[in-house]
């Protein structure tokens, strides 16, 4: 009875140690686990994986700081082209209030004896000079001044009139030049728009052709206003408008991101038209080096 307890536990040790012999032990599965993993990193390597990794990685960071820089340039230009755009704004306004005491001026003689100041715009050439000073002569004194004296008639006993310039065509001018003034934008440009294809031959037509491209530049349409500038110095290169329109062409030309090619126009006005205040202002934008 003795023996018989004694052989169980031994039978039982025996059992066990079969059923441990019989599977992996968990020591031997790590390490074949392991094996398996370095096996397949040798496989890795050996395809070059790795290294095509750390190529589009290097890759990936060469093309996000080329991204940034261009982020940044154009963070850059949009500053200057708001710039640019708050002061032509200012410049026009600043146009405006010059035109309309040019106006007054004008009407006053206009109602005495013949007046005088109209004698210094006769011709195309002095019909260019201004419906009102332009980019920046200030002078209101010519066709222009006439044209916009004649849409105030109604102030003036007797309206003032130009050689070659109908009082039709005043008053279709004086028409679309008050909507200018008032910021009715759209109807100018009818208006100078529809002037220009109807009296292409008036001394007005130039000033009508010009104002159209800053009607333009001021709703921002920037390509209307860049061919309605190209109309004035291509039609009426000699024109007291031509200097103001190549000026504008080139602001136009750089709201429109063009900015070498608008800087190499306003060079090309200070050598053109020299001596003129369009040119003096172009000379100082092209000395900063930066659009207005």
């Known amino acids: 009875m003795r023996c018989l307890r004694v052989l169980m536990p031994t039978a039982a040790l025996a059992t066990l140690l079969a059923?441990?012999?019989?599977?992996?032990?968990p020591m031997q599965v790590k390490v074949n686990n392991l094996?398996?993993?370095?096996?397949?990193?040798?496989?890795f390597v050996s395809n070059g994986s790795l290294v095509q990794l750390a190529q589009q990685q290097g890759s990936l960071r060469a093309q996000i700081r080329k991204l940034r820089g261009q982020v940044d340039d154009l963070q850059?230009?949009?500053r200057q082209l708001k710039?640019?755009?708050?002061?032509?704004?200012?410049?026009?306004?600043?146009?405006?209030?010059?035109?309309?005491?040019?106006?007054?001026?004008?009407?006053?003689?206009?109602?005495?004896?013949?007046a005088p100041g109209a004698g210094t715009g006769t011709g195309p050439a002095g019909a260019g000079?201004?419906?009102?000073?332009?980019?920046?002569?200030g002078a209101g004194t010519g066709a222009g001044a006439?044209?916009?004296?004649?849409?105030?008639?109604?102030?003036?006993?007797?309206?003032?009139?130009l050689p070659g310039v109908t009082p039709t065509q005043q008053s279709v001018?004086?028409?679309?030049?008050?909507?200018?003034?008032?910021g009715s934008y759209s109807v100018a440009i009818k208006g100078f728009g529809g002037f220009v294809k109807s009296y292409p031959k008036s001394p007005l037509a130039p000033n009508a052709e010009y104002w159209l491209g800053e009607a333009h530049f001021v709703n921002r349409n920037y390509k209307a206003a860049e061919r309605a500038f190209r109309t004035v110095l291509r039609r009426?290169?000699?024109?007291?408008?031509?200097s103001d329109a190549m000026l504008d062409l080139g602001n136009a030309l750089m709201a429109q991101g063009r900015m070498r090619e608008g800087r190499d126009t306003l060079r090309r006005l200070v050598k053109r038209y020299p001596g003129t205040s369009a040119a003096k202002r172009a000379a100082g934008m092209v000395g900063k080096g930066a659009a207005r």
Do not use: I
């Open 19 to 25: 059923g441990c012999a019989s599977g992996p032990s």
């Open 35 to 43: 094996d398996a993993r370095v096996s397949k990193l040798e496989r």
């Open 76 to 78: 850059r230009s949009n």
């Open 83 to 114: 710039k640019q755009q708050h002061d032509l704004y200012a410049d026009l306004d600043k146009r405006m209030t010059a035109l309309e005491h040019a106006e007054a001026g004008a009407a006053a003689p206009a109602a005495g004896a013949g």
């Open 129 to 137: 000079t201004g419906a009102g000073a332009g980019a920046g002569t």
């Open 146 to 161: 006439g044209a916009a004296a004649s849409a105030n008639a109604g102030n003036a006993s007797q309206p003032v009139t």
């Open 173 to 182: 001018y004086g028409q679309a030049f008050d909507a200018l003034k008032a």
């Open 236 to 242: 009426w290169p000699d024109s007291g408008k031509a």
